[in-house]
């Protein structure tokens, strides 16, 4: 076991996270549980993945620890992808189980759940999407933030975002009365600067580091980036709304210590737990020579909206009609099927 690699606001531990909490973290005194866990994926991670039917099961005792050692007003942020079932064009559901588990069984609460859009995510999987053409990318991960009351502690205040032109030329001008096409009517209320639009549950957020620090440095000392990394972005976007100053963050899968990273940007204090030997010595980059800065909720292209049917052409209609067999069939080369 590597010895805890420690900084002014945390420390990576080399040990499973679940031994930690049992053996080091008394109750009630976390704030924030912020994590990505290994995902129930069809094609395995080399860190190892559980299959979907063990899933919920093999979370019961983190389930368990987790709500012990939060804070009254604490919060545990799951980011976990979805999955398929195999050989078919069907989702697993087994996040939506896992969900209903955490509430049911761990009383939980689902504060609100999010869904973090990777913009830059490839075509995936590739049979049902680029060679059936009957579903799309799946481009999203399911974040549930979960609460042990119903009134954790929480902010929109700290992360707002840039007002779209439209809302900066109401303010600018004024007000037109006009009816919305919902029928509703907005009152003057909305001519009010607030520093920013308070975002929606949908956070826009590309994963395309290709040059950082981190993998400056797992390239010069031979060591394998991590394979899941997150973008800052998303913890810090629950870090900031989340917690204060001092506050205490956890990380009971840590990967690369994004996580950690964030909190020390911020001035939190973290732990991050991590069983793999070679993801730690490519962490301690992020803490070595200062710290990274995030790049914070301003930069550009965040909540950049695309619209889905900028391709909508009638032709396609015509020539392509909908598989009747709902694309059982593999199409030959020429794409028919
Ligand atoms: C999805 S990855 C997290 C990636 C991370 N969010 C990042 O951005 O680098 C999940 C990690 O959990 C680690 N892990 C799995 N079980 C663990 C356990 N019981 N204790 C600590 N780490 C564990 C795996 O080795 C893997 O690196």
Known sequence: MLPDFVTPYGKIVHKDSLQYMRDTIDDGTVDLIFTSPPFALLRKKEYGNVEADDYVNWFKDFAKEFHRILKTHGSLVIDIGGSWLAG?????????????????EYN????????????????????WVNIRRIRVKDAVNTVFWLSKTPWPQASNRRVLVPYSDSMLDL????????????GHDISDKFQKDNNGAIPPNLLAIPNTESNSQYLRYCKKHNLKPHPARFPARLPEFFIRMLTEVENVVFDPFAGSCVTGEVCETLQRNWVCCETVEEYIEGAKSRFIDGVTPSNGNNAPGFYKIYNSSILWDEDVEKLKPLPKDGGKERPNKKGNA
């Open 171 to 182: 303010i600018k001008n004024g007000y037109q009365p006009r009816l919305r096409p919902s």
């Open 88 to 104: 078919k064009p069907v989702r697993s559901l087994y996040h939506f189980e896992l969900l209903i588990m955490l509430c049911k």
């Open 108 to 127: 939980f609460h689902l504060a609100q759940e999010f869904y973090w859009w990777n913009p830059s995510k490839l075509p995936s999987p590739a049979e």
